[in-house]
């Protein structure tokens, strides 16, 4: 079973950049397809980006282009490299694991996933 840490979180000015960092431990990452999902006040959790173990991705659209998702299986932790951040980014942010192989788009569906973090906090003013 496998536990997961988010950090990296903060408050940064719109057209700004956040790294967020997911450190897994219990297990490797190498035996889980992994994501973010965000959630905003009054809103419903939703996925961002998905990464296999094999290292292909994939993105919503209103993060496309603008954030990229990567993992350091020898650091057994999961990014979040956010660029040109937009006050309606503002959220809170998780990190997501789990064994089970669904359909790349699955990979953005907060069903699909078991294991999830605590969440860091990430603020975009204008």
């Known amino acids: 079973q496998v536990q997961l840490v988010e950090s990296g979180g903060g408050s940064v000015q719109s057209g700004g950049s956040l790294r967020l960092a997911c450190a897994a431990s219990?297990?490797?990452?190498?035996?889980?397809?992994m994501a973010w999902f965000r959630q905003a006040p009054g809103k419903e959790r939703e996925g961002i980006a998905g990464?296999?173990?094999?290292?292909?991705?994939i993105y919503a659209d209103s993060v496309k282009g603008r954030f990229t998702i990567s993992q350091n299986k020898a650091k057994n932790t999961l990014y979040l490299q956010m660029n040109s951040l937009k006050p309606e980014d503002t959220a809170m942010y998780y990190c997501?694991?789990?064994?089970?192989?669904?359909?790349?788009?699955?990979?953005?569906?907060?069903?699909?996933?078991?294991?999830w973090g605590q969440g860091t906090q990430v603020t975009v003013s204008s």
């Open positions: 219990g297990s490797t990452i190498s035996n889980y397809y």
């Open positions: 990464i296999t173990s094999g290292g292909t991705t």
């Open positions: 997501a694991a789990d064994q089970q192989w669904w359909l790349l788009p699955d990979l953005l569906s907060i069903d699909r996933f078991e294991y």
